[in-house]
């Protein structure tokens, strides 16, 4: 069965600085896609990066990028010059095979940006 | 754009009471979707949809009905509310995976059901 685990309950950065968030998956799919969320306090869930297993490339978008690993089945998320808007939950996902619809979250990590 | 529109945000119930959640897309999704977001479980798959008249059981769907009537509309009903509901719930959205596999799930605002 997939799994997704976020091993990093909180983390914290100083504005300016990156920071990088883990997560690793498991799954016997070699076709699968990885998705990180953001979840600021206000509780909306804000879709930030994609990345697909056959794709050759990092994905990135503005000041996130994904370091994707997939020998070691991993998929950080990596943002860089932390702002203190960046503060919230961040969950990974992933939905295993072009079949199944069904995306399978992480437990989150939250992200404290401090000035 | 209303995107994913969930209704209410907050609600109380008494043990045993029943009520229904409301969600609708406005996005033409065929794929839909409620979640169960819990302190350190992350989200957690309750039910979801790929069309109207189809509905499948996720990770927890014990205590919850769903139906699909129509693309737009996919509601959550609690049949019989226990404190172990007390969560927020979250509907969500997204094209089909076979026709844009990178498509990414769109949520609603979220639903916070404290149940006594």
């Known amino acids: 069965a997939q799994k997704i685990t976020q091993t990093q309950p909180g983390m914290f950065v100083q504005e300016k600085e990156a920071v990088t968030l883990d997560c690793t998956y498991d799954?016997?799919?070699?076709?699968?896609?990885l998705f990180w969320y953001k979840q600021p306090s206000s509780g909306e869930m804000i879709f930030l990066i994609y990345q697909g297993s056959y794709d050759e490339q990092n994905a990135t978008e503005g000041r996130y990028s994904l370091n994707f690993q997939k020998a070691r089945k991993s998929a950080n998320l990596v943002i860089s010059a932390s702002q203190l808007g960046d503060s919230a939950m961040y969950f990974c996902?992933?939905?295993?095979?072009?079949?199944?619809?069904?995306?399978?979250f992480g437990t989150g990590t939250r992200l404290q940006v401090f000035p | 754009n209303a995107g994913v529109t969930q209704t209410p945000k907050f609600q109380v119930l008494k043990t045993g009471q029943s009520m229904t959640l409301q969600c609708a897309q406005d996005?033409?999704?065929?794929?839909m979707s409620w979640y169960r977001q819990d302190p350190g479980m992350g989200l957690r798959l309750i039910h979801y949809?790929?069309?109207?008249?189809?509905?499948d059981q996720g990770e927890v769907p014990n205590g919850y009905n769903v139906s699909r009537s129509t693309t737009e509309d996919f509601p959550l009903r609690l049949l019989s509310a226990a404190p172990s509901q007390t969560s927020v719930y979250f509907c969500a959205s997204s094209l089909l995976a076979v026709s844009s596999y990178n498509s990414p799930l769109h949520f609603g605002n979220g639903t916070r059901l404290t149940v006594t």
């Open positions: 949809s790929v069309g109207a008249g189809i509905t």
């Open positions: 799954t016997s799919d070699q076709s699968y896609g």
């Open positions: 996902a992933m939905r295993e095979g072009w079949s199944t619809d069904k995306l399978i």
């Open positions: 996005m033409n999704h065929e794929y």
